[in-house]
């Protein structure tokens, strides 16, 4: 996965079809660009509780 100009994104939406990809990919980015806002889509009730 190629990320490109996340410094000047507002927002970062994580769509794949893994919960964990998804929350890993947009923590990530959280870490690096502290004000942008993630999107994230899980599925995974149990995860989803965790997170």
Same mark, same amino acid.
């Given at each position: 996965m190629r990320i490109r100009s996340t410094h000047r994104a507002q927002a970062l939406p994580a769509l794949s079809s893994a919960d964990s990809t998804d929350f890993?990919? /947009?923590?990530?980015?959280?870490? /690096?660009?502290?004000?942008?806002? /993630?999107?994230?889509?899980l599925f995974d009730d149990d995860f989803t509780e965790d997170v």
């Open positions: 890993e990919v /947009a923590s990530a980015r959280r870490e /690096a660009v502290p004000e942008l806002r /993630a999107v994230l889509r």
